[in-house]
Structures are given as C-alpha cells and as structure tokens.
C-alpha cells in the first residue's frame, strides 16, 4: 500500500491541473468504459458535495442497490474516497486495483506531454473498481470545476448542483458566472439537474447548459425544499418537501442549515433517479437513511468537556455555513477557533466569517506543502481578530492552547474549541485527537 502510495504522490497533485478531457479519456478507454458500466449520480457545487454524497449513498443502499461512492480529497487515508457499499475499500483492493492499472497507465502516460495526475489515476481507479464490484449505482463527487474535471467522463443520469460560490478561482475563473458555466459542465444530454438555490449569477448559466443538453430542471425552492428545521439534540429534525412527496419528522445528525439543504438535495435527486414526481419514497426508508448519515470532518465532535470539533470549511463560503451553525446550535460560554489554511485560500474571507462568532483564533500549521506559515497567517488574523489572536506553529500545541484559553475564559462546562480552514487542517486534528481518546 505504501509503494502504491508513493507511487500516486510522484504524479502531478490535485492542485496542478492541466484542463483536459484527453487523458483520462485515454485511460477509460484503454480500460473498456469501466464508468460507462452503471448508471451515475454526479454532485457538483462549491461546497456540501461529500456530504451529500453520503446521504445519497443512504438513501439508495436503504433502497437495496449497491453502490459506489467517489469523493474528494480524503481526510485522513486516500482509500477513503473509493467507497463501496458504504465503506472505504481495504487497502489491499486498492492496491490490486492500481496493480491492474498500472500497465495501462505507462501507455497512456506515453501518449501525453503531460502525464495522467494523481486524481486522474484515482478516478479511474475507481471506476474501475465500481465495475467489477459491480455496483447498481455510482455516487460520483466532482473534484474541480465540471465540464473539464477527471469525472466528467461519465454520462450522469442526474447531475447534481450545489450552491455555487468563487473558489479555485485561478482555475474556473473570477467570478460566480463564469465559475457555474463550467461546474454546469456535468449537465448531460437528456439528463435531469438537480439545483440548489443559486446565487442570482449562477442560475442563468445553470438553465443554459440545461436547456442546451435538452436536461430536465428541478429547483429548490420551487420543486422541492425544506419545510420546517428545527435544532435537536446531536443534529436537526427535518420536514422535507420532495419531487414526489413529504417526508416528515426526518432526523439529521449532522448541524446547521447547510445540511438540511444537502439533505434535501439528495433526497430529490435520488427521487429524479427513480423517475422523478413518480417516485415517491417510503417515508420510514427515508427516516431511517437520514438517522444513519455521517459526514466526517463537518462540525463534527470529537471530544467532550471541553467540547472540541473539526470542520474542513476551507473558503469563505463553507466558513459561513459553520459560522451560522456555531451561532445557532451552539452555546459556549467561550469559543475559540484554530485555524490553518492553505496559500492559495481566501484566508481573510474565511477569517472574516468565523471572527463574529469565537472569541479568539490560534493560528497554526497543518501538514500540507501548500500550508500558508502560520508567520504569513497570523498578521492577517490580526489584522480581522485584532489582540484575540494567538499563534502556535504545530497543531497539537495550537489545540492545547485553544483549551486554555477558551476554559480560562468560560465558566464551567462551556468551553468550545473548533479547528478548521482546510479539509487538510481537519484530518489532521480528527488523526490526532481520536489517537489519544
């Protein structure tokens, strides 16, 4: 497994792209089509695609298909973004897999002045092992952008869009539009998308790519939605509004807003795949899929007493949905957020979301090249935070810190502490916090 690993590092990492179809088109199809095997559920979106991913995983294993599941980046293993039934494959079908691969790999690499990238070879990993599985359905994650992201060789029955905001932007462009003409990429011929609520300068580009694939269009806010939310213990009770029914009393263990909304996206999308207002879900089937959803590293608690929680919101966008669900759902008495972001981030958009809502930030490294030294990130924070911030340039230290402070400064049973900034930053925390429970 190591050498396997080692062998997917050399390649180029997922934040050097050469736009192009051609490559893993190659390898596909050197492959025989393994992704033109089984129908395919495609997520796209800034934020709230893994997470959405597993609820729609959920829901179609409750429904009796086996599936395939493909997110990215992981958190703590590579093997957890290749997922069947539910579950990461074992790192000794990973490695038979790219064993298998591996030939196939030197010819298309010949082929190419660039040679295939790291997600390139893991998405055809993947595909690959959902083919042989075989699976009924793939559950497949965009990793960037749309028309040109590795992915997008699928043929998505449903394609899936996710609000959409400016990230990567050196990749998908500057502003909303231009960032949801090409997520809107995975729209297929006679498919059916799946919209979140758009920022006005996305919907446009959306229903263009639809119509000119001749795709059906289903909306949130017109065709399905949330009813009604309300904050319960360890999550949120939901009544969703879907493309074929209600579903009440819905229990969601996973916080904020955010989430209710990804629920209700999967749900619609899992009824599009079924055939849409024909396809009305049973409502216990439902209840119980939603009660079962997990999503690793999104406001998730580790520790009690103090409480401490990883979230892997990484651009200004995902740090005000955690914002919002800290300010809603949690009480401290003190809150303090340790952050480490990479270099290429909107560091002080996301610092500007989180400093109405913690009392002080530590700032820190995490273990990517790509960090931004905590040297470089404390003079922003201080400059958002002002004296609340701190620095300490190795997580555990950062961690012990936070405590301190947010104890020193609570009274007893209400000190919080939350590190984020990055999805590296939050698998970095949950590796070590969970190693010493």
Known sequence: MRDVEAALASRWPESRIAPSLERIGDLTTVLGDPQATFPVIHIGGTNGKTSTARMIDELLRGLGLRTGRYTSPHLESVTERIALDGSPVDPELFAATYAELSPYLAVVDARHEVQLSFFEVLTA?????????????????????????????VDGKIAVLLPISIDHAEYLGDSVGEIAAEKAGIIKTESVAVLAEQPPDALPQLQHRALEAGASVVREGMDFGVRKREVAVGGQLLSLGGLAGSYDDVFLPLHGAHQAQNAV???????????????????????AAFAGVGSPGRLEVLRRSPTIMVDAAHNPASARALANALREEFTFASLVAVVAVLRDKDVVGILEALAPVVDAVVVTHN???RVLPAADLVRHAVTVVGERTYRADALPDAI?????????????GGAGVVVTGSVVTAGDARRLLRSHR
Do not use: H, K
Not at 265 to 287: I, K, N, W, Y
Not at 400 to 412: T, W
């Open 265 to 287: 996206c999967a749900l619609a999308a899992v009824e599009a795949f079924f055939g849409g207002d024909r396809a009305s879900l049973d409502t216990d089937l439902v209840r």
């Open 400 to 412: 012990d810190l936070a405590v301190q402070i947010a104890e020193r400064d609570s009274v007893a």
């Open 125 to 153: 990993m993947a595909f690959a092992t959902f083919a042989d599985a075989p699976v009924n359905v793939g559950v497949v994650e965009v990793g960037m952008g749309g028309a040109w992201d590795a992915t997008n060789v």
């Open 367 to 369: 273990s990517s090249p």
